[in-house]
């Protein structure tokens, strides 16, 4: 029998600790474990035969660290250690026939970007390497444990999907707070790898079997997959200065059996524990009766941190990153501005959304990368769930593929060649699909129209095993104005799909209003009948207060706000007359210009709102010439001449950006653009990227045209921007001794094929000298200074 | 050799709270003006809420040769001011602390929305985890007298022991620090140091 059909019929046991029993055979402090495959070969057989003997069906590998970046002889590593298995289980005396080999596959102990420097694309080929190894030389599945990051999780078992046939297990390692380290909860995780179709799932080291029993619940509570818990021996303590776990054999099978009552079905353990403590967790637990894990058809979307159950409470999604009708968005994208993107999605969170929707589709611009680029910065900061909305299945695929967590995929449709085309996407990487009821015969114009289309598509998901917890059904909001029934035919929609097809649903709300006045009225009550009626997620604008009070309202009335918490506080700011109350500008009498003191006291809206005022009484330019570059000029010197310090200088500038977007927004052409290009880049090797950062804000304000590659750039892509754009002035950043080699490396490439181009450099590190030393055209103490050289 | 354990150390935040004149200082500012003190106390609150301290640290044997050769259990280092540093210790305690990935995430969402903002939560950030050293340095202490703290890349010590330093702790499956190719830590806000231990056996 196979082992996937097993996992379904019976408790399996995994095997427990390997390095506490190689230390005891002398494995050396700092020798690598993996190599004793090699050189001990039968310690190693030995050690899996007494784990089979204590009634583990898996053995794993000595394999925990086998990859490229520790071993060249990678290759003999690992099949010595196939072998060395595979030599138990001819030696074992007991049913062979349920005896398996896991591949080991730990983490690399390297960070993935954006924390670290290792590429996602890298860790999923390092994987793979040692993966396919695994499966040429005969394990039988692949157990990925102890990672503690969702990312690294993910690239894992995307390079077992990828490069073998095996089942694949996937265990987190999670610390007393109950989270990974890098902060995603159980329920995230079991999104994650559910989605990506891993075989079983659950929990392993970390923590001893006590502190795991809450975990272990939550495991069993969400996860449809069968449940795997292998906790360590307790936790570690000193005794005469030896590590020791608290937790003997016989307490830790006691618990063991808590956790399989509790519906766990495959047990084993970690660090600490020997084959005692699995013989004595088998006897406990062997005759304890068995249920296969069920589906618990949880709508699960999740980001690097959190899982959204989807069918609980209104979920809202932000729509506002999407460039359609909004100018000031095209331009963005149109110049690449990420950063925009991203404040769009924080602004969208701190109105309260739970989910973003991401779509960066331009006719002109390359949306596979732009998407990409998006997802990638969007799931640096923030930590929503994104909902990837793009028609192009190359920008979804490479999306999908990056995406830290189980994405919303917007969307399918009816259309055949639409379902052919994302179907496979959502099936390879998972993710909830949000299906349209729209097929090649167009919208129907009744509700049992739009579920038929709904039926036809879950028909076709089922093909591709994906079940129809994963499939969201948007029945189209249409425009009210265009037909009178238009807004009732889309609410019976959510009614009868709901309940006939048993699916969850989703609208864009805001197309009910088209070509009507006062939009955001009918939206917000169109917005509470759909929840009425059972909607579940909601399409929808978090800047508009009228949409987010009805929602607050809907929560409040249907007893969904404790105590009305929320809804107090949301209407907090609203006076009588519902108009939010604006806190009015202090001003004090001097004879400086509001605008200009509200720079140098670095005001940000306060700059906003004066320069509104002074361009109803003064031209744009005058504006600009008399009071920002004035007011600029007066921090600058201030800083200068220090009385002034960084963060205020940051400050100001930054209240002058805001003073120069009133300004724009009445005048295209402000004519202060200096004409000088710069390219800004923290060098090769440096994750560093803050001292960067505050020079790019400066020369901004300064009216330059700053082109930033970001941190750890090598020095042929700054020459290549440089070249490409056609850079004046070239600016590096270094803050450790260890990069300044990279930035004289850029330095000398940069003057042998651009000798035209200045180079500035910078960072905590540096010093005059050095600069002279490796040819950079000027050194800048700080970012005042590179402002002064560029205006040079 | 005798095997030193490994002690594992995790404080909450309200252990540990960032020291307002350390941060000002990172800052290059003297005190905080105008709309500075509110940005400090927001980033501040959201500092709190993000990082999640821990610690690992170890004694190891310190022996001299050369001229400024010093030999630990994990490594041999060459460096004159880690070696007067330790003049007259015959040990020293290796230690590894973080303020977690969610820091980096902080202060990098931060910057996004302000550079102004970002900056003073890095600096807030850096006193923080400063806090937090001198929080494990004296529980380190016990009744001993320890040797001012010597991290990695001050003075002639280059950056490249890290690897054996936190391999030596096992800091990254205890307390999750990765180095890069160029041997700096990440999580960012993180710090390993070497403290010589004077008067012992």
Known sequence: ?792 | MKENPIILHTSSCAEITPDKKMALRFMDCKELFGDMEEIYEESSEEYKKAAVFKAVYRKSSVTFFGEKGIRFDFCEIESESLRKNLEGCKSAFVFAATSGSAVDRLILRRTKLSAADGFITDCIASSGIEVFCDFINDEMKEGRTLKPRFSPGYGDVSLCCQGEILSFLDAYRKIGITLTEAYLMSPIKSVTAIVGILEEE
Request: glycine share 8%.
């Open chain 1, 1 to 792: 029998m196979n082992i996937k059909e097993l996992l379904n019929k019976k408790r399996l046991y995994i095997d427990g600790g390997m390095g506490t029993l190689l230390q005891k055979r002398g494995l050396q402090p700092g020798e690598l474990p993996e190599t004793w495959n090699l050189t001990h070969p039968d310690d190693i057989t030995d050690i899996h035969l007494s784990y089979l003997r204590a009634g583990s069906n898996i053995i794993t590998t000595n394999t925990f660290g086998a990859n490229c970046l520790k071993f060249d002889n990678l290759s003999d590593i690992i099949s010595a250690a196939l072998k060395n298995a595979k030599r138990a289980i001819e030696l074992f005396d007991g049913n062979r026939d349920e005896c398996f080999i896991a591949l080991d596959v730990g983490p690399l102990g390297k960070m993935l970007e954006p924390l670290g420097d290792m590429p996602f694309e890298r860790a999923v080929e390092i994987f793979s390497e040692s993966i396919k190894l695994g499966a040429e030389n005969g394990a039988d599945l692949v157990i990925i444990e102890t990672m503690t990051d969702s990312y690294e999780t993910k690239a894992a078992l995307l390079a077992a999907k990828e490069s073998c046939d095996l089942p694949v297990f996937v265990t987190n390692a999670y610390d007393e707070t109950g989270k990974l380290l890098t902060g995603a909860s159980p329920k995230a995780m079991i999104a994650l790898l559910e989605g990506l179709r891993a075989d079983a799932i659950g929990i392993n080291c970390s923590l001893g079997p006590h502190q795991m029993k809450e975990i272990a619940r939550e495991y069993v509570k969400y996860s449809s997959l069968p449940v795997i818990v292998s906790p360590n021996a307790g936790m570690p303590r000193t005794e005469n200065g030896k590590t020791v776990f608290d937790v003997d054999a016989e307490e830790f099978s006691l618990v063991m059996k808590d956790i399989a009552e509790m519906g766990a079905a495959i047990l084993g353990g970690c660090c600490g524990t020997t084959p005692d403590f699995i013989k004595a967790t088998v006897e406990k637990t062997k005759n304890l009766p068995f249920s296969p894990a069920v589906n618990k058809n949880l709508t699960l979307v999740s980001s690097y941190t959190h899982a959204i159950e989807i069918g609980n409470d209104p979920v809202l999604i932000g729509e506002r990153i999407n460039p359609t009708g909004k100018k000031r968005f095209k331009e963005a994208l149109r110049q690449g501005d990420i950063n925009y993107i991203v404040s769009e999605g924080i602004a969208q969170e701190e109105k309260g959304v739970h989910i973003l929707d991401v779509n960066v589709g331009l006719p002109e611009i390359d949306e596979d990368s732009m998407l990409v680029n998006s997802v990638k910065e969007l799931q640096s900061v923030l930590d929503l769930p994104l909902q990837l909305d793009t028609a192009k299945k190359s920008a979804m695929e490479k999306a999908m593929r990056i995406y830290n967590g189980k994405p919303l995929v917007n969307s399918v449709n009816g259309k055949q060649e639409v379902m052919d085309e994302i179907l496979p996407l959502v099936k390879k990487y998972g993710g909830v699909v949000i299906a349209l009821t729209i097929d090649e015969t167009g919208i129907p114009e009744t509700a049992k129209g739009r579920m038929e289309i709904a039926r036809k598509i879950l028909l076709e998901c089922e093909k591709y095993g994906i079940d129809k917890k994963d499939v969201i059904v948007d029945p189209l909001a249409m425009a009210v104005s265009a037909n009178d029934n238009s807004a009732k035919i889309t609410l019976d929609s959510v009614k009868l799909i709901k309940e006939k097809l048993g699916v969850k649903t989703s609208l864009g709300v805001s197309n009910v209003s088209f070509g009507l006045p006062s939009r955001e009225t009918l939206n917000a009550y169109f917005l509470s009948l759909a929840f009425m009626n059972g909607l579940d997620c909601a399409i929808m604008n978090p800047f508009s207060d009228t949409m987010m009070g009805s929602y607050r309202t809907y929560m409040a009335l249907m007893g969904k706000d404790k105590s009305c918490t929320e809804y107090i506080d949301f209407f907090k700011d609203f006076t009588l007359t519902g108009e939010k109350g604006t806190s009015a500008v202090k001003s004090d009498y001097t004879n400086e210009k509001p605008l200009v003191r509200a720079i140098v006291k670095g005001l940000k809206e306060p700059s906003y709102d004066e320069a509104q005022k002074a361009l109803q009484v003064v031209e744009p330019l005058s504006v600009i010439n008399e009071q920002i570059v004035p007011a600029l000029d007066k921090v600058g010197k201030l800083f200068e001449e220090k009385k002034m310090y960084l963060p205020q200088l940051l400050m100001s500038a930054e209240a002058a950006s805001k003073a120069f977007d009133a300004v724009k927004s009445v005048m295209k052409d402000t004519g202060l653009k200096e004409s000088k290009k710069i390219v800004l880049a923290t060098v090769k090797g440096d994750i560093h990227d803050i001292g960067k950062n505050i020079v790019k804000v400066l020369l901004e304000n300064y009216g330059f045209t700053v082109i930033d590659l970001g941190k750890d750039v090598a020095p042929e892509t700054v020459l290549e921007a440089a070249k490409n754009e056609k850079a004046d002035i070239v600016g590096l950043s270094a803050l450790m001794t260890t990069t300044t080699e990279a930035m004289a490396e850029t330095v000398a490439l940069l003057r042998k094929e651009l000798p035209e181009v200045k180079t500035v450099v910078g960072g905590a590190v540096l010093t005059k000298e050095f600069a002279e030393k490796i040819g950079a055209t000027f050194y800048a103490k700080d970012a005042m200074e590179t402002v002064r050289f560029a205006q040079r």
